[in-house]
């Protein structure tokens, strides 16, 4: 099965010229850096020539996925509230016995 591989605005040539030019380095470090830097030096110029409408959203949502997306997003953030204060309240509690402990002359912390 034969592949094939879409270039874009690139050209076979230019782009063996660069596999070319980053075989003469004869350190592998050195050459995963010079072929990294000069993707990601031209990456912004990629994200330039992009279509906009290629990637358009979509002009419907599903009102199922929204209220599963709010259920969850609402769990997530009243579990996060409600361990905060548990944990609030512990360190509250701990805090006391701790003083009680200390009011009365002793220092030995309890075990549970």
Do not use: Y
């Not at 004869?26 to 330039?48: M, T």
């Amino acid at each position: 099965m034969k592949e094939h591989i879409i270039l874009g605005k690139w050209s076979q040539d230019k782009l063996d010229s660069i596999l070319h030019e980053s075989a003469k380095i004869k350190d592998a470090g050195a050459r995963i850096n010079f072929l990294s830097g000069f993707f990601l030096a031209l990456l912004p110029f990629f994200a330039h020539a992009q279509d906009s409408t290629a990637n358009a959203p979509a002009e419907e949502t599903n009102i199922i996925g929204t209220v599963i997306f709010i259920v969850i997003f609402l769990g997530i953030c009243l579990g996060f509230v409600w361990m905060v204060w548990r944990a609030d309240r512990n360190e509250k509690r701990r805090k006391k016995e701790t003083e009680e402990q200390e009011h009365r002359g002793t220092t030995e912390p309890k075990t549970h």
